[in-house]
């Protein structure tokens, strides 16, 4: 069962209203630090006040994670598409997606943005980290002391995504005092290497998932989950990055590459050895997502816990409604999707390419009051993981006209698994051993045959390794947001971009690797369902006009003028800098003119690296 608390008993407290269900609970006269933090209940809504920053509405919900991931060389904008003129033009989202953005971008430069409310969830978790410590008595009480490992874990979380949208950012590991009112941009490695450490400390106060009644929820920080953070964070801090002086690794030798992939090997290993979740159905992960099914155990290790009537993780990467019919109240969806190449990279017998990448959307049009799929265009594909028909009817015919209430999933165990086999493959130079903890994710995508080959053409040596992770993490994780940042990590970012437009390019004029490709999808309907001939490669537009009862639709091209859909602009607006040098978003105008002097977008946005 989804479950929020939407205030801090301190905030309550200074409104001056308190209520509890606790006999035992000071009076309002009394609650002040001492008590909240030294009483598990009202401590555990401290916590839970920390998930409030990430639902506001600037926040996680309608900021970050609809646009940080974007674009990468699987995902982009396919509501509002790429496009070169109005990047360069500094229309807000292309330019917040098409590596040009200003301070002052539209959709980023207000106090109450994502950077701001990022540091909101800071302060308060900054706030229960000192509570705890002081009030909380965590070596007498286990369960107080997985409160202080979630403020731990979250604080952590907030601020690698902090380091991974801007850089070098304020360090504020104190809540806020006379003192600490301005700061400046601090060196990133200073900031990794507290996380790193305070990971290491929350693990040895959270419970592995169902080992407690707090832990039974994905919505809850576990062992699970804080190895994992670690393991990626880890992996960022020891890889590429955009600094002051340039895009490299950093010169900290405690952030050394292979001293971060033994970290990650070791936290990685030591979830799967554990055996607390399980990998299971590669469609049921997500369809369990979408069906509030918080229930930990399985692949998902830790989730934004949206509200039912919070979130806009199927209004965002769901698949496009374009009415309200009988799965959804909301026509919504469709905002983000893969790049259109995607779908004809995956092999055609791997089941994650028709759940990830979809071709249709469900019509403006009822019939008998319901829609039915029909496709929309090449440069309109739609993601497939969130989907409103997932979702419980209850739910999906009664939400409100934005918001969808579906958790982002943060990290599931398939990550993990990559990792493992990433960090062995890197620092052991063992192909055979990284293999074993890349298969269960390709297992249960493709028949058995098929991962074979896929073995022999892998494990041939580490970089045919490496492009294997590469690969596979691209397939496995499209459209969860994390491709970007491996791109950057990796050190790859720039060639795999251009390698994008290049795919665009031959996609466009059916070339390439795409010349086997047909003109036209030929397609009917069986009820509400489409049945689409013309998607695989090697299909012919003769044999799919010769299909009984089946009607045709132009795909590479507009149909009344005959123009290609994929673009030069389009094309063109997937980066328009280099994408290397302009990976980072400024801190926003509003922020640099509030900082009293202290911070600036200066150089690579003022990164202060040695």
């Known amino acids: 069962m989804k479950k929020i608390f939407k205030f801090s008993i301190m905030s309550i407290a200074l409104a001056g209203v308190v209520t509890s269900c606790d006999m035992d609970a000071p009076t309002q006269s009394t609650l002040d630090e001492t008590s909240v933090f030294s009483q ?39 509501g509002t598409q790429p496009s070169y003129s109005k990047a360069m033009s500094y229309d807000d989202k292309n330019s917040l997606w098409g590596y040009n953005t200003l301070a002052t971008n539209g959709q980023m430069n207000t106090d109450n943005n994502a950077y701001a409310m990022f540091y909101e969830g800071i302060e ?25 490992g979630e403020a731990l874990t979250l604080r952590a979380l907030i601020y690698n995504d902090l380091i991974k949208a801007w850089g070098d950012v304020p360090a504020r590991l104190q809540p806020n005092n006379a003192d600490n009112v301005y700061m400046p941009r601090c060196n990133r490695d200073s900031i990794y290497k507290v996380l790193l450490a305070d990971l290491k400390e929350a693990e040895d106060y959270c419970y592995w998932p169902n080992e407690n009644v707090i832990t039974k929820s994905t919505e809850r920080v576990s062992k699970s989950f804080v190895k994992g ?23 900290d030798p405690e952030l050394a590459s292979d001293k971060m992939y033994a970290i990650a090997k070791q936290e990685c290993v030591d979830i799967i050895n554990q055996h607390c979740n399980t990998l299971g159905s590669f469609e049921e992960n997500f369809k369990k997502l979408c069906q509030d099914n918080v229930a930990a155990g399985g692949e998902s290790l830790w989730e934004i816990p949206f509200a039912s009537g919070r979130g806009r993780v199927v209004y965002t990467f769901g698949i496009k409604h374009q009415a309200a019919d009988q799965y959804t109240s909301q026509n919504q969806g469709g905002a983000n999707g893969p790049l259109p190449y995607l779908y004809y990279d995956y092999d055609k017998d791997d089941i994650r390419r028709d759940i990830t990448c979809i071709p249709y959307e469900w019509s403006k049009d009822l019939v008998d ?30 939400l409100g006209k934005n918001d969808d209430g579906v958790n982002w999933q943060y990290m599931r165990l398939a990550d ?18 990284a293999w074993k903890y890349m298969k269960p994710v390709l297992d249960r995508a493709l028949p058995a045959a098929k991962v074979e080959a896929l073995k022999a053409k892998y494990t041939a040596n580490q970089d045919a390794f490496f492009k294997g992770i590469v690969e596979q993490r691209g397939f496995e994780f499209a459209g969860e947001m994390l491709r970007k940042a491996d791109l950057v990590r990796w050190g790859i970012i720039d060639e795999k971009m251009a390698e994008a437009k290049q795919k665009l390019t031959d996609l466009s004029n059916r070339a390439g690797s795409y010349k086997d490709l047909p003109l036209k999808l030929y397609y009917k309907n ?9 998607l695989n490669h090697g299909d012919t537009d003769a044999e799919g006009a010769a299909l009984d009862g089946y009607s045709s639709k132009q795909w ?7 123009a290609n859909l994929l673009t030069e602009d389009y094309i ?14 400024p801190i926003w105008q509003t922020f640099i003119e509030k900082s009293n002097g202290l911070l600036n977008n200066d150089g690579n946005y003022g990164q202060l690296s040695d």
Not at 416 to 433: F, H, K, R
Not at 556 to 562: A, I, L, M, N, P
Request: hydrophobic share 35%.
């Open 526 to 534: 069986e009820g509400e369902n489409i049945v689409v001939y013309g």
């Open 229 to 251: 953070l670690r393991a990626r964070i880890a992996l960022y801090a020891g890889g590429y990055g955009l600094r002051g002086d340039g895009y490299r690794k950093s010169k």
């Open 556 to 562: 590479f091209v507009d149909s009344k003028t005959g």
């Open 416 to 433: 993990v698994y990559l990792m493992a086999a990433e960090a062995i493959n890197a620092l052991d130079n063992d192909q055979q051993t």
């Open 369 to 398: 009051g319901k829609s039915y799929q029909q496709l929309r265009g090449i440069n309109k594909w739609c993601f497939g993981k969130f989907r409103y028909e997932w979702m419980k009817s209850e739910r999906a015919l009664n």
């Open 124 to 148: 308060r978790a900054n706030l229960a980290i000192q509570g705890i410590r002081k009030y909380g008595h965590i070596e007498n009480n286990r369960d107080m002391a997985q409160l202080l």
């Open 572 to 585: 063109n607006g997937l980066y328009v800098g280099k994408p290397s040098l302009n990976c980072l978003w």
């Open 40 to 78: 598990y209940s009202l401590a555990e809504s401290e916590i839970m006040s920390i998930h409030v920053s990430f639902c506001q509405t600037n926040s996680y919900r309608g900021r970050f994670l609809p646009y940080y991931g974007l674009n990468s060389d699987l995902e982009t904008g396919s």
